[in-house]
């Protein structure tokens, strides 16, 4: 099979519809909407219902994107799943979500690199398209977030969402030419942010904070080095929604205008491994433009891509 570049023909987005507004952590924490907004650019998060999965947000995301991309799920050879909050231990939330696509046969994969878990499995992606082992590939990153959260801890409840985001990777055709990756791991700070078995997630804020900024800044260097470009000639930065503070000390770092840099934040929170497809979903398609998109989170994992839009 001869290969061509791996591309993003499509990206698609599912959010549920129970919104959790700041005020909602007034009524019973010590913070207030003011602290919430300044510290992180959160206004408002979605929260599934108790009965929802991971892979329920999963499938609507699949679905749609399939439509847009005029595909059935028996025209997929592979499916990734990038998630932290998998439906059960076994077997993966990939292999449920396949069971929920009628007629889909094709093999399916979970992805664990938390908050870019997006980025690591477009790389696993282009890999296997580029050495002509698959077309067709579903890339779906689904989170559950509020179920992993401890309800009284401040310093987490009030920053993550749940949501869906997913897309299709082609052997070639129309979208986000997938030009350039880069994946990073800092092991030694597995325990900055980590969620112990049976438990709910445990942070240490400001280090997470720091060392997202840190990393954040070299995979921008990395990518403008390896694709000789400087930061005018893109278009767009696709940064993971974590924290309004930290794409601003980016953003600062490196003088990127602000009408280059979309966000969700303020009305998603973080929904981690969704949050760059649902980001994807809401930019417009600019035709002969270079895109980057940067991610960090827990491992600590952190990865960047350069797209040209087609
Ligand atoms: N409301 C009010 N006060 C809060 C609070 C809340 N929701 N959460 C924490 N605080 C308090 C702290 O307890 C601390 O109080 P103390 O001084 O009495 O001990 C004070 O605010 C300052 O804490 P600090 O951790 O220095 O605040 P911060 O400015 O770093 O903001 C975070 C806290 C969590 C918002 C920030 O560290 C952060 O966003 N870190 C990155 C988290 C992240 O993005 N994780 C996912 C990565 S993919």
Redesign the pocket.
């Known amino acids: 099979m001869i290969s061509e570049p791996a591309t993003i023909i499509a990206s698609a987005a599912y959010l549920p519809p129970n919104r959790v507004k700041n005020s909602h952590?007034e009524s019973y924490?010590?913070?207030?909407d003011s602290?919430?907004y300044e510290?992180?650019g959160i206004k408002e998060r979605r929260w599934a219902d108790m009965g929802v999965k991971a892979s329920d947000m999963g499938v609507f995301a699949a679905t749609e994107v399939l439509k847009k991309a005029n595909m059935e799920p028996k025209d997929l050879d592979l499916i990734l799943v990038a998630t932290m909050t998998p439906d059960q231990p076994l077997p993966s939330t990939a292999a449920l979500i396949q069971s929920k696509l009628a007629g889909c046969k094709a093999p399916a994969m979970d992805i664990s690199a938390?908050?870019s878990g997006y980025l690591y499995g477009l790389s696993v992606a282009k890999a296997f398209i580029e050495a002509g082992m698959y077309k067709n590939i579903l890339l779906v990153g689904c989170e559950k977030m509020s179920q992993v959260l401890d309800p009284n801890d401040?310093?987490?409840?009030?920053?993550f969402g749940d949501g869906a985001g997913a897309s299709v990777i082609t052997s070639g055709g129309k979208g986000l030419r997938i030009d350039n990756i880069i994946l990073g791991l800092d092991g030694n700070l597995a325990n900055s942010?980590y969620i112990p078995q049976g438990g709910s997630m445990k942070?240490f804020?400001?280090e997470?904070?720091k060392t997202?900024i840190q990393r954040g800044v070299e995979v921008i260097e990395k990518l403008l080095e390896k694709e000789k470009l400087l930061i005018e000639n893109i278009r767009y930065v696709i940064f993971?929604q974590?924290?309004m503070?930290?794409i601003q000390n980016i953003q600062k770092r490196f003088q990127i205008p602000e009408e280059k840099i979309p966000t969700t934040i303020e009305y998603t929170a973080?929904t981690?491994a969704a949050s760059i497809p649902i980001l994807l979903e809401s930019i417009s398609h600019e035709q002969n433009q270079r895109y980057m998109s940067v991610a960090?989170?827990?491992g600590f994992t952190y990865a960047g891509a350069i797209f040209t839009s087609l």
């Open positions: 952590f924490l010590d913070t207030s602290w919430i510290r992180t938390a908050c401040r310093s987490t409840i009030i920053l942010l942070m804020g400001q997470v904070f997202a993971h974590a924290n503070r930290i973080n981690s960090f989170g827990a």
